[in-house]
């Protein structure tokens, strides 16, 4: 079992910048796929983005050049720097781990961007 527990959601002016974090509770952090997914409101859950142990990365075109995804190994942590935010970045923000092919999902922490 894994437990993962997001961190860092707020309200924020468009154009301003929040950093999400998320920490997994997994002897093999390193072994685990990890990404941020987010639901806006009346949408289904989309990937924002993901990065593998060894750091490779995939983005969401409606975020690229703008969030950047990275993880520590060494503290079992992944974060989201988001910046440029847009009101349609508003929306529910999950973290997932992925391990031997199970996905543990956090609980969601709330980002909302006024215009």
């Known amino acids: 079992q894994v437990h993962v527990v997001e961190s860092g959601g707020g309200l924020v002016q468009a154009g301003g910048s929040l950093r999400l974090s998320c920490a997994a509770s997994?002897?093999?952090?390193?072994?685990?796929?990890m990404g941020w997914y987010r639901q806006r409101p009346g949408k289904q859950r989309e990937l924002v983005a993901s990065?593998?142990?060894?750091?490779?990365?995939n983005y969401a075109d409606s975020v690229k050049g703008r969030f950047t995804i990275s993880r520590d190994n060494a503290k079992n942590t992944m974060s989201l720097q988001m910046n440029g935010l847009k009101p349609e970045d508003t929306a529910l923000y999950y973290c997932?781990?992925?391990?031997?092919?199970?996905?543990?999902w956090g609980q969601g922490t709330q980002v909302t961007v006024s215009s």
């Open positions: 997994v002897s093999v952090f390193s072994t685990v796929l």
């Open positions: 990065i593998t142990g060894t750091g490779l990365t």
């Open positions: 997932k781990a992925t391990l031997r092919l199970i996905n543990y």
